[in-house]
């Protein structure tokens, strides 16, 4: 069955500082990764997704098929990126396969 | 910009009642889903919808679980007889298509809690 870890529950970075939010994945087949965030108070939405390969906020993620990872980056953090960060898998299932999530970290950027 | 709805923001019931929680979709969206969050654990998905039926479901939707899209425009969840361990979040999303991977939309949850 296929799965998603993200392996911190909460990362603290400083504003201006580089952040990376960690995501590994098993599936057998070839996935495909999102990144949706939740800002405080307000409803899940997509971020990013590797097969756009686009970058949105100044984020970006690599689809690494060997180490079976996805981080998220980001070279200079901003306050307004505090917010819970979710990776999510969807597999090729046949059907209208539901995302597969990991259990999220929790992004805090101080001034 | 359309936005997936949900109805009420929280619901409190008594365990072996029976709740409906009501979402309202894009409008021309193809595919809807169901997903929970349990307080401290990851959004699982429950069930997706197209076409006029389930097309997948995950271990959780059993039984006591069921979907309905009455009209064109509500997709419900039904849960028969609540149990405390459906207390939870509950998201409903919604896909434009053409294709199930496509990307999903959420809306801003229910949150069942069940005394």
């Known amino acids: 069955a296929q799965r998603v870890t993200q392996p911190e529950k909460l990362l603290s970075v400083f504003k201006g500082a580089p952040v990376e939010l960690k995501c590994n994945y098993s599936?057998?087949?070839?996935?495909?990764l999102f990144w949706y965030v939740q800002y405080s108070r307000q409803r899940l939405q997509l971020l990013l997704r590797?097969?756009s390969r686009e970058s949105i906020k100044g984020f970006t993620a690599d689809l690494n098929k060997g180490e079976t990872s996805f981080h998220l980056k980001k070279p200079f953090a901003q306050e307004e990126d505090s917010a819970m960060y979710y990776c999510?898998?969807?597999?090729?299932?046949?059907?209208?396969?539901?995302?597969?999530f990991g259990k999220g970290t929790h992004l805090i950027i101080q001034p | 910009e359309p936005e997936v709805t949900q109805t009420p923001s929280h619901q409190v019931t008594q365990m072996g009642q029976e709740v409906i929680l009501r979402c309202v979709p894009i409008?021309?969206?193809?595919?809807f889903y169901w997903y929970r969050q349990i307080l401290g654990q990851k959004v699982e998905f429950l069930v997706s919808f197209y076409n006029n039926e389930i097309s997948e479901k995950s271990e959780i939707f059993d039984d006591q679980f069921s979907v309905e899209r009455p009209d064109g425009s509500n997709f419900t969840l039904k849960i028969r007889s609540t149990k405390l361990e459906d207390s939870a979040m509950y998201f409903c999303a919604s896909n434009p298509g053409p294709t199930s991977t496509d990307t999903q939309y959420f809306g801003p949850g229910t949150r069942l809690t069940v005394l």
């Open positions: 409008s021309n969206h193809l595919y």
């Open positions: 999510a898998l969807l597999y090729s299932g046949g059907g209208a396969d539901g995302l597969t």
């Open positions: 590797h097969i």
């Open positions: 599936y057998s087949g070839s996935p495909e």
